[in-house]
């Protein structure tokens, strides 16, 4: 149990639509981050928000953006849907003081 | 640029059997260093961290990974599999002050009873 939850589990989208995924982390868990994780690859940085500013991103396109709350839960969301975001997102929270990140369950976004 | 390199793509190992999977960096300096350990279709979880001190490290679930700077290496090692290890490890990397893990592309291990 790592404290960290993401909802939905599963969800298959059309191409050109829009997206947004969620992630509720514990209380103190103030540092998020959104990985994308292709089939058969390891996970891939999307960007990081630290007191609900954004902290750093990965090689991803504007279209993926994100928001974190006070109440430490964040989203993370997709414009214009292409076939190559199929993949399993997965959020990652950081307690305050920690130094490793404790990882949500993953949403698998199908996109057809 | 930062990578991380799992050599191993698949591996199997008899139940019982000792494990090691390797995992090699390349950063400026000496990063922090982690394994997890992915269930199909799940999540991530944190098996062991090495940051600094003892290069030997213990983790959960009877796993240990031993850091070796001069071979720029951070294995994992477990001296005797159960079948219920089976499943994709990744090793990760992160720069002291850096925001974001850099995974290697995994190595699946497989079990044989």
């Known amino acids: 149990e790592t404290g960290v939850t993401q909802s939905p589990t599963h969800l298959i989208k059309t191409r050109g639509q829009q997206v947004t995924l969620r992630c509720s982390s514990q209380?103190?868990?103030?540092?998020v981050s959104w990985y994308q994780q292709a089939l058969g690859q390891g996970p891939q940085f999307i960007f990081q928000?630290?007191?609900?500013?954004?902290?750093g991103r990965g090689n991803f396109p504007p279209r993926f953006s994100g928001l974190q709350f006070p109440n430490y839960s964040s989203e993370l969301n997709v414009n214009a849907l292409e076939l190559d975001d199929s993949a399993l997102y997965l959020c990652?929270?950081?307690?305050?003081?920690?130094?490793?990140?404790?990882f949500g369950q993953g949403t698998r976004l199908t996109v057809v | 640029a930062q990578s991380v390199t799992q050599p191993d793509i698949h591996i199997t190992v008899s139940e019982g059997a000792s494990l090691e999977l390797r995992c090699n960096y390349s950063?400026?300096?000496?990063?922090?260093l982690f394994w997890y350990v992915q269930s199909p279709g799940q999540g991530l979880q944190l098996l062991l961290k090495?940051?600094?001190?003892?290069?030997l490290v213990q983790g959960i679930k009877g796993f240990e990974a031993e850091f070796k700077r001069s071979q720029s290496s951070f294995n994992l090692r477990k001296p005797s599999v159960h079948w219920s290890d089976a499943a994709e490890y990744f090793c990760?990397?992160?720069?002291?002050?850096?925001?974001?893990?850099?995974f290697g592309a995994g190595t699946i291990l497989r079990v044989k009873s």
């Open positions: 950063y400026g300096a000496t990063p922090y």
């Open positions: 990760a990397a992160r720069r002291e002050y850096g925001n974001k893990l850099v």
């Open positions: 928000y630290y007191r609900e500013e954004e902290n």
């Open positions: 990652a929270s950081s307690p305050l003081g920690r130094t490793e990140a404790f």
């Open positions: 209380s103190g868990h103030n540092t």
């Open positions: 090495y940051f600094s001190g003892d290069t």
